[in-house]
């Protein structure tokens, strides 16, 4: 240092002493600081005051040599002790030096800074909180000092300070928010402890209100509970559980949609290897839980995001159950959130109340032809994460729900296989919720939702099979989804009378749709929808085999419960006289034969048939007949069914005319195995009336004749030895009985208006186009000679 600098008012001895190697020497000097500044404030002399603090501090504080250094910082720290409660008049000046030598290379040196200004601020107390954030940013450093000696300096400092903070109630939380919003990002271990340290002292002090700055600090809180310190995370866990509290018992103070997107973010986990993640996405998982059921329809416009990170989570296997529980809790409680009220067009009113142009496009964004749209094999582009999103509406006081975004998403995790189980069952309950209480609005997005929903039909779940199902069956009778063109796919099907299914579904609003006031039992169009799907689910069951021959039977009679069984079966012939693939229709003829004849859905719809005594009755009977043509043995069962014992007897006849192959043989062996099932039990009652029932002994007998010397045979002509003797059976009223027999075939005949010879010529027809297609394929067919018996 220049020995001919003037130091005055400090006298060269000080100076020497300042610039000693010697710590003891010092800290002579520095008691001389202390009393010559003393002496000043006696005098009042604050020109000397602030001389002595510049010299100390430009000239020894700020000095390139360590010793000076040295000398500089415990000088400044003896003025501030000289300085008592004045000490606040000078503070930048005796501060700012002292935290330049935090960043000194010479550890030493940094703790006797942190020694330096913690003799300050001890003197200043409550006078140091305007330079808050100089010292916050300095200790911040401090923190993570690689030197014990250091840190343990500033661990004491960090304690006085924040005693200091507590006490005051004139502190600026305002200035040092962006401050903690900085550092609290930081990756040092050391650092965040000193960090969470801080927002767990303020949040204890009633006069700082930090929740009204936590959306600001929220997600760097989340970065710190993924730190790998155990110690850092419990704590991190106590801060956040300490402002979950504070939430619960102030929510009208809370700002909810600020935060929301912070939760989601957190709520999809990035890496699932790591086990804080794990932590993350559990305490972000409860945070949403609360928010939902606390700020109710606040979080709508932020559901998609919600549902991006909730739907995932509730296929989580046991290992994530706290997870998946917390998931599914969020999942319902936003659901529930979902009112009819939301499928008002409020958009449209507020676009023009506001005065923007009215354009009329009310139709969804994505349009194409509706045969392209139905088309069962339609394939979507691959899932992708999605972060977070945008609120619908943050401008409108009136909170809307955001059911693009919602759809969106749904849409997307149905495509995306590596979907969840869970999830998928998930999904399907949310789009059903959405058809029954934003009907109108849904519809909108039907036909992009409708491929993947005919495709979710092959999942391996029968669960999710069973919510799909719900979902079309919804889509297929709801009012709203009535439209002014018919589907024009063919004259016969849109002159289909169709049953409506009676009563609203649960928690469906009654319809305010003027289309909906007619809903009649024979509406013409009972929905648009019901005949694309039924010509779909044809189509897909067409395409892919297996899913007939293992889940066909189970879809159709689940939508016989879902849908009237009438329609389902009505509609279904309808399509398939049109069918050009014989062969399916024969197989798909065959499976609704089994359906009708065996599953107990279908009761009322067979009581219906036993007795064709009405017209409707009469209709159904002819138009199943007309498809059941592409399958002669389910012809007859349906003949059997419907007590037409003569026409069945008179098919059966025709049946030497036809191709008899193994897999017609099998048949008839089936019809004989179901003539001894309870379905036909009425039947075998008939056997006992021989004289009245000839034609079904007949026809009994003529499918003895078709079979082979099998079990089959044995068992039926077991049951035809059965049949008594009618000599045996009459009765001393014979003729009275045979009266009321007449009776009621006259009866019954007079509200019969079946032409049997049509039928038959109808039965001829179809087996002619089925042995054309045949012989066009003889080639194939010459190739397995056993196929067929001569």
Known sequence: MNAEKDFTPLTPNIVRALNDKLYEKRKVAALEIEKLVREFVAQNNSTQIRHVIQILASEFALSQHPHSRKGGLIGLAACSIALGKDSGLYLKELIEPVLTCFNDSDSRLRYYACEALYNIVKVARGAVLPHFNLLFDGLS???????????????????????????SNTFDLVAFVPLLRERIYSNNQYARQFIISWIHVMESVPDINLLDYLPEILDGLFQILGDNSKEIRRTCEVVLGEFLKEIKKTPSKVKFAEMANILVIHCQ???????????IQLTAMTWMREFIQLAGRVVLPYSSGILTAVLPCLSYDDRKKNTKEAASACNNSLMKLVTPEDDDDDEEEGSKSLGSPSTGDEQPKVEADSNDMLNASQESTGFSNISF???????RPQVNLDLDGIVQVLNRHLHDSSTGMMTRIAVLKWLYHLYIKTPRKMFRHTDSLFPILLKTLSDESDEVILKDLEVLAEIASSPAGQTDQAFS???????????????????????TNPKAVDSSPSTPSMNSYFYKFMINLLK???????????????IIRQLCLLLHAENIFHSMADILLKEEDLKFASTMVQTLNTILLTSAELFELRNQLKDLHTQESCTLFCCLYRSWCHNPVATVSLCFLTQNYRHAYDLIQK???????????????????????????YLRLELLDVE???????????????????????????????????????????????????QGASKRGSHTQVDYNELLQHFDHVQSKHLEIRHQRSGRASEHPDRKLM
């Open 141 to 167: 450093k401090l923190a993570a000092d690689p030197d014990p000696n250091v840190k343990s300096g500033s661990e004491l400092l960090d304690r006085l300070l924040k005693d200091i903070v507590t006490e």
């Open 489 to 511: 796919c063919d004259s016969t099907v849109n002159k289909l009378v169709l049953k409506v299914p009676e009563g609203p579904k649960p928690g469906q609003q009654p319809s």
């Open 389 to 395: 999103f945008t609120p619908a509406s943050t401008d």
């Open 655 to 681: 049946f030497g005319n036809l191709e008899v192959t193994v897999d017609f043989l099998m048949e008839v062996d089936k019809l004989v195995q179901l003539i001894e099932s309870p379905i036909f039990t």
């Open 269 to 279: 986990v990035a890496d699932e290897a790591k086990v804080t993640n794990d932590l």
């Open 540 to 554: 897909r069951f067409s395409l892919e085999r297996k899913l007939l021959e293992v889940r066909g039977a189970f």
């Open 692 to 742: 009245n029932n000839p034609y079904l002994i007949k026809a009994l007998y003529g499918l003895l004749m078709l079979l082979p010397q099998s079990q089959a045979f044995q068992l039926l002509s077991h049951r035809l030895r059965c049949v008594p003797n009618p000599e045996l059976m009459r009765t001393v009223d014979e003729s009275k009985y045979m009266d009321s027999k007449r």
